[in-house]
C-alpha cells in the first residue's frame, strides 16, 4: 500500500473530488460486499463534502439504502449542541439522503458514562458493520491530531481496543471526546485523510513530510496505517502551501 497526495485548487474542487471517491468506493464495496461502511469526521472541513454528496450528481450515484455510517469520534455534548459531530453531519448530509435511520451507529455523546459508551459502540460496530470500515474519513487539525487522539494522548498507544473516552483533553472545543483509536486504522479499506485551508498548512506538512513520531504529531499514524491500506490524503492548495515536495517541482 502507498500514501497518495491529491491537492485541489479550492475548497469547492477539494469537495468534488472526496465526493467521487466516496461514490467510487460505495459501488465497489455494495458490489463486493452487499453494504458501503462509511466512516465519518468531525469538524468544520467535512461540511462541504457533506453538501457534495446530499446534491447532484452526487447524491443519486449512492444506493444509501445499503450505506452503514459510523462516526471516528464525537464531543461529550448533547445532539442538540452546536459542537456535535453528530448534529453537524445530520444538518449537511444524513437528513438530505435516502439513508435509513437504523443504519446510522451514532456515538453518544451526551452519555453519563463515557467509558461505558466507548464499550457500548465497539460492540455495535463489531455487531452492525462487522468491526470494518470501507472508507474512513480523517479531519487533521492545526495541532495535528486525527480523530480525537491529540498531542501526548495515551489513547495513542492502544491497539486493543476500538473505542475510548478521551476526558477533558487539551482540545478546542474544550470537552470531552469518544474517539475511535488507531487500531481502527487497521479495520478500513481505505482511508480519506483531509484538509483546507492555510491554517491547516503546518500541520500538513508535519503530517506528510515530518519526522515527528505519533506521540507528538498523532497524524503520523497515517504513515504508518498505509502499510496495510490505502490512504489518501485530499487538501486544498492552501493547506498544502508548505510542502515542500510540491514547491520543488
Known amino acids: 500500500m502507498t500514501t497518495e497526495l491529491l491537492v485541489e485548487a479550492d475548497v469547492a474542487a477539494f469537495a468534488h473530488a472526496c465526493a467521487e471517491r466516496v461514490v467510487s468506493a460505495a459501488r465497489e464495496a455494495i458490489a463486493a460486499r452487499g453494504r458501503f461502511v462509511l466512516g465519518l469526521t468531525g469538524g468544520s472541513t467535512p461540511e462541504p463534502i ?45 437528513r438530505h439522503v ?21 464499550r457500548r459502540y465497539a460492540e455495535a460496530f463489531e455487531r452492525e458493520a462487522a468491526g470494518h470500515v470501507d472508507l474512513l474519513f480523517v479531519g487533521l487539525g492545526k495541532d495535528a491530531h486525527v ?9 495513542i498507544a492502544e491497539r486493543a481496543r476500538l473505542v475510548v473516552a478521551e476526558l477533558e483533553p487539551p482540545m478546542e472545543p474544550a470537552v470531552s471526546r469518544l474517539t475511535f483509536t488507531p487500531a481502527v486504522f487497521g479495520r478500513a479499506r481505505r482511508v480519506l485523510a483531509i484538509a483546507t485551508g492555510a491554517g491547516k498548512a503546518e500541520a500538513t506538512r508535519r503530517a506528510l513530510e515530518g519526522d515527528e513520531d505519533a506521540l507528538a504529531c498523532p497524524a503520523a499514524l497515517l504513515r504508518a496505517a ?3 491500506t490505502s490512504v489518501t490524503w485530499v487538501v486544498d492548495a492552501a493547506a498544502a502551501a508548505g510542502l515542500a515536495s510540491l514547491r520543488a517541482r
Open 50 to 94: 457533506h453538501r457534495a454528496l446530499a446534491g447532484a450528481p452526487f447524491a443519486g450515484a449512492i444506493d444509501w439504502g445499503r450505506v452503514v455510517v459510523v462516526f471516528g469520534d464525537e464531543r461529550a455534548v448533547p445532539v442538540e449542541d452546536p459542537r456535535s459531530n453528530y448534529r453537524a453531519a445530520h444538518e449537511t448530509l444524513l
Open 147 to 155: 480523530l480525537s487522539l491529540y498531542p501526548g494522548s495515551p489513547a
Open 98 to 118: 435516502p439513508l435509513p435511520e437504523g443504519n446510522v451507529l451514532r456515538l453518544c455523546g451526551e452519555a453519563a458514562d463515557l467509558d461505558a459508551e466507548a
Open 226 to 228: 498505509a502499510a496495510t
